[in-house]
Structures are given as C-alpha cells and as structure tokens.
C-alpha cells in the first residue's frame, strides 16, 4: 500500500519505518524541516536500538521517504495515519491541536477518499472530532480509524513487529478489510487483531497504561510499607507475582514511573473520568504515590546524611527514565538531583544516552562524566537511579579506591545487599533492609 504517517516523532518514525520493513511505499512527513533534514541525512531524532539500521536499509531500497511537505505526502496515499504529539496540558487533558491540524490538512489536501488511522494517544471521542473535521474540510468520506500504539522505549521496533496484539477501532467492514491487509504479516503466528468500535479502541489503549501504572505504584507503595514492618519487598514480590493472576511483569520496586506515556496517560484518563462526572479514585491514589515515590532517594539520603548537604557530592548512575532509551521526560533522576542541589549538594552524573538531553535539561549545576566510573571520584554516596545492564556489575574495587565514603543508594535493587555489607560498603535499597 501506498501510506503517508504524519509526524515523525518517536511513534510516527518507528510506525513508517516498521511498515516500509513489511514491503508498503511509507512517505514520513513532518512540519520539522530541521528533523526531516536529519533524517535525510540518516541522523535519528530519537534514540532507540535497532532504529537507525532499520531506517537506513529502508531507504536504500526505495520503501522509506522523508518530506517537510505534508500534503504532497497525503496526495500520494492510500492510507495516512496520523501520529503527531498529544502532549498534556496544564489541566491535565491531552492537547489535541496537533492532532485537529492534521485531519483539518488532510480534508483539505486529499483528491480521493483515505482510510485516516490515529496512531496518537487521544482521549475517547476523537475520532468523532477528526471525522467532523474531515467531513467539514473536504467533500470525500474518508473512514477513521483509532489504531493506538503499545511501543515501550527501548524495545519498540519488535514491539511493532512481534505484538501482543492490534486493536482497530472503525465502523465498516470495508475499512476492517483494509487494516487486516496492512498488518497481515505480524498476525501470521495467531496473535489477535481486535476490532470494536472507535471510543473503546481510544479507551483500551488508555486502561491498559493506566493498569501498569496501578501495578507499578501498588509495589512501590507495599515497598515502603516493607521498610517499616522489617520484610523484603523483593520476597513479597516474588510471592505474590508468583500468581498467574498477577504476573511478575511492571511488579518490581523502584523510584517511580516516568517517561513519555504512563504519566500523560494517566492524567488524560483521570481528567476525561472527572469530565464525565465519574472520577477514578484508584488513578488518583496511584498518581499520588508515584508522586511521592520519585521523592523516596532523597529522603534515604537527607535521612543518612542530614538536612544540610553543603560540602556533600554524590555520584548518579542513570538519568533516563528506564534502561535502553535517552528519554528523560518526568525522570525520577531529575526530582533527585534538584533536591541535592537545593540542599547545597554537588553533583556528578552518567547516562550511557542521555547525556545530551541532561546537559539540555540541568545545564552545568551538574558535572557529567564519561563514564560510569569518571564519576565516582571523591563521591560521598552513589546513587543508582536508573538500571542500565552496564551498572550491574560494577569493578568493587574501583567503587572503593574513587569514593570518599562507601554508601550506596540502590534506587532499581539490582545489588546484593549481602555482597556488599562483607565489603564493608553501606547499601539503602527500595523495601529491602539496610545493610
């Protein structure tokens, strides 16, 4: 097929790029002249494993192009999804002006009929908004379809390629036929496309990150209550997730949710929930928690080391909000390092990719080394926030010669408490008892 995605950031470049992958001529297109520009030049907007090989092998072989000029890219299509930003607002609902721009563009641009999927995140009754918009700018009867994304940063390519499942919202059987044709190829080994009506596709997309994110919270709140009664969160976990109705998955104690998705997710369900006069009190105990959680590794090292930290420095492993993306959108490591900062800490901080957007972010109130272990020297305390596999292993003896004191801060529990105590270090992890 012919498809034309619309927006070019992290859904819509690994969306075109995985659909050029499965043989359709795929035309990305974005307002961004500098992005497309880049990508033109093979440079990624994002940091994702396995992207750029996937991008580059594309447009070698004629599948993949990239246009500032969107509606050239709607001319020429069968298809156009739409992938723009549904970034959140002050009162906690999704913006959906980007998303309105683009249906108002394609009404006016298309000479024939499209089948126009949303790929965006969008609270329930967009489609019905796009499909008025589309209706009032043009004269064809173009057919919607809502299409959200499962992509997790960091593994989102086979996520696309290998899913769990699709779900596609629309009205006719006509438009079930054309999505079954497009995504044939990753539904050949039995996983289900679920088709239903557009408001419950929006919805589903919006349960299940809201689920995670209840997941993710529970655990971490029955962390703290861990600490206190003397248990080990890790040996609940490991209990109770034993549960085939609980599962292990999103059941591990940390510092808190952050990213792209849950936090955004989250709000725009609560806010469409109060909307409709039936607010989700559990969604709003779960924010409330993870709200408090991303505070928990400052209060481990205000309670170890005071109120005041003038004259402390602390080294932190990991700044992304998980492993294996540069992502740094509502990072736990950024509430941390603000309070250092504010008590009169000093900071020295690594990321194997998010560098680049750190210094963007705090600028130079934190020295950033080039290495894991650059940044050890003369630290009082590490501090483990984010778990990179290259931080699981760490040289003991190079921990040793480089700190001032041996205090370590686990914020993912990737250390053994026990290991650690017999080399004479000080270990605070998440629900575990100190050592």
Known sequence: MDIAVIGTGYVGLVAGTCLADLGHDVVCADKDEQKIAGLLEGQMPIYEPGLDQLVARNVREGRLQFTADTPSAI???EVCYIAVGTPMAEDGSASLSGVLAVAKLIGETATAALTVVIKSTVPV????KVREILLESGSHAHEVVSNPEFLKEGSAVNDFTSPDRIICGCRLPETEEVMRRLYHPLVRTGKPIHFMDNRSAELSKYAANAF?????????????????????????????????????RFFFPGVGY????FPKDVQALMFTAREYGHPLEILEAVEAVNYRQKQVLGQKVIKRFGEDLTGKHFAIWGLSFKP???????????????????RGATVAAYDPEAMEEA???????????????????????????????????????????RMRQRIIFDGRNIYDPELFREIGFELYAIGRPSV
């Open 258 to 261: 952050g990213g792209s998705c």
């Open 212 to 248: 995670l994110a209840t997941k993710i919270s529970f655990i971490n709140d029955l962390a703290n209550l861990c600490e206190r009664v003397g248990a080990d969160v890790d040996a609940v976990r490991r209990g109770a997730g034993s549960d085939s109705r609980i599962g292990l």
């Open 324 to 342: 294996r993306t540069d992502d740094m959108r509502e990072a736990p490591s950024l509430v941390l390092i603000e309070e250092l900062l504010q």
């Open 75 to 77: 001319l020429g299509c």
């Open 125 to 128: 009754g967009t489609a019905d």
């Open 359 to 401: 210094k963007h972010t705090l600028g130079d109130r934190v020295a950033f080394g080039d290495s894991s272990d650059a940044v050890l020297n003369g630290a009082d305390a590490l501090v483990l926030v984010t778990e990179w596999s290259e931080f699981r292993n760490p040289d003991l003896d190079e921990l040793k010669q």
